[in-house]
């Protein structure tokens, strides 16, 4: 497994989470939207991100047209620890009423940080798709001497 269980605690319990999804196309143009809540799979390297639904079709086509790949950065709105998560498409699926869950979630941690922002942000299963993938690297990307090296399970990159 390439996503351990701290990395999974991470991606599960912190609150605000900022999660930042990039994708390139064939001529190796990028583009990144805001995620807006995180799923893991359990006992599976499988993530699963919410966008918004006006972007899925753009996120789409730069997919589809390029490698498949799928680059997120996670970073925690307090401490900045921060993880790059790189894999390859799964599939993109409208999002259902089970989904408003992890959409809520995601919706109370950034209110934390930005109260006049998110009290007016509309998120639930009507505004967003899932765009799920394969994990295939871990990349420690929190602010320090660590900073994008790969993630090696067990290793504390915390600076102290």
Do not use: W
Not at 46 to 63: A, E, H, R
Not at 115 to 139: G, I, N, Q, R, W
């Amino acid at each position: 497994m390439i996503l351990d269980d701290s990395v999974v605690h991470f991606l599960r319990k912190t609150e605000p989470l900022y999660i930042h999804l990039a994708v390139a196309n064939s001529e190796g143009r990028s583009y990144s939207v805001r995620g807006f809540g995180v799923q893991t799979n359990e006992g599976k390297d499988q993530l699963k991100i919410f966008i918004l639904k006006s972007q899925t079709k753009k996120v789409l086509s730069f997919i589809h047209s390029g490698t498949g790949k799928i680059s997120c950065l996670f970073t925690d709105g307090f401490t900045n620890e921060s993880y790059q998560i790189k894999g390859s498409f799964i599939e993109s699926k409208l999002c259902a009423e089970e989904d408003n869950e992890f959409l809520s979630r995601y919706r109370k941690g950034s209110l934390k940080l930005f109260p006049k922002m998110y009290d007016k942000f509309p998120l639930s299963a009507t505004f967003c798709d899932s765009v799920s993938f394969f994990v295939e690297e871990v990349y420690v990307q929190t602010p320090g001497p660590y900073a994008g090296s790969r993630y090696v399970k067990g290793v504390d990159t915390h600076d102290t």
